[in-house]
Every structure is written in structure tokens, then in C-alpha cells.
């Protein structure tokens, strides 16, 4: 599967923003999507992910309360609605996905879209 994502850009904390990710591939119901992201001179962390199904979200203790993630089945897109932005959010973030469980090990990854928080 094919990864493009979009919406990045440069907010101020406290503000909104909503990453997109569309896959490409008709099987897109057969992998579960995830957000990650990669500060300046940091490892890449998780971020938030969803199940095939859409049923079941998961996500890192820094954003839960603030992100969710989603997926269209139907548009073959995963969002990530990022509320109440901290200066420490800004990264780059990737979107995911893996037949399993997505992890910084998954092999297909959208190019990355940069998300810079300011004060």
C-alpha cells in the first residue's frame, strides 16, 4: 500500500490541525493505519493508531485527550485530528500502515508532513 499525507503547517499552541493520509490499493481495509512522528534530533515515536475495523484507537500518553485518529474506508484515508497543540507536537509527522500492528518496524509509510507548533 501506497502512503501519500497531507496537512501540515504551522499553527500556534492551543490551535487545531488535521493531518490526512491516503492510501492507495484496494485492500486498505486489510491494514491497520498509525501516526507517528519524528521531532529534530529525536527517534521517531508513536502517535496514535486504528484497527482495520476502525473499532478500537490507540494512543501515546502525550497526545490522548488532544488527538484522534480515524479512518474513511470508503475515501481509503486515516485522519488525525490534533486539538489543543503543544510546542512540543511539532514534528514530522508519518502515517502508517502494517497487516498487524503498526510500529516503527512497519514496512510502508507516507512521506511525512511537517507540523510546527509555536508560541
Known amino acids: 500500500v501506497q502512503l501519500q499525507a497531507s496537512g501540515g503547517g504551522l499553527v500556534q499552541a492551543g490551535d487545531s490541525l488535521r493531518l490526512s493520509c491516503a492510501a492507495s490499493?484496494?485492500?486498505?481495509?486489510?491494514?491497520?493505519m498509525g501516526w507517528f512522528r519524528q521531532a529534530p534530533g529525536k527517534e521517531r515515536e508513536f502517535v496514535a493508531a486504528?484497527?482495520?475495523?476502525?473499532?478500537?484507537?490507540f494512543y501515546a500518553d502525550s497526545v490522548k485527550g488532544r488527538f484522534t485518529v480515524s479512518r474513511d474506508t470508503a475515501r481509503n484515508m486515516v485522519h488525525l485530528q490534533m486539538n489543543s497543540l503543544k510546542l512540543e507536537d511539532t514534528a514530522v509527522y508519518y502515517c502508517?500502515?502494517?497487516?498487524?500492528?503498526?510500529?516503527?518496524?512497519?514496512?510502508?509509510w507516507g512521506q511525512g508532513t511537517l507540523v510546527t507548533v509555536s508560541s
Open positions: 502508517a500502515a502494517d497487516p498487524v500492528v503498526v510500529s516503527t518496524v512497519s514496512t510502508s
Open positions: 490499493g484496494r485492500t486498505f481495509s486489510s491494514y491497520a
Open positions: 486504528v484497527s482495520k475495523s476502525g473499532d478500537r484507537t
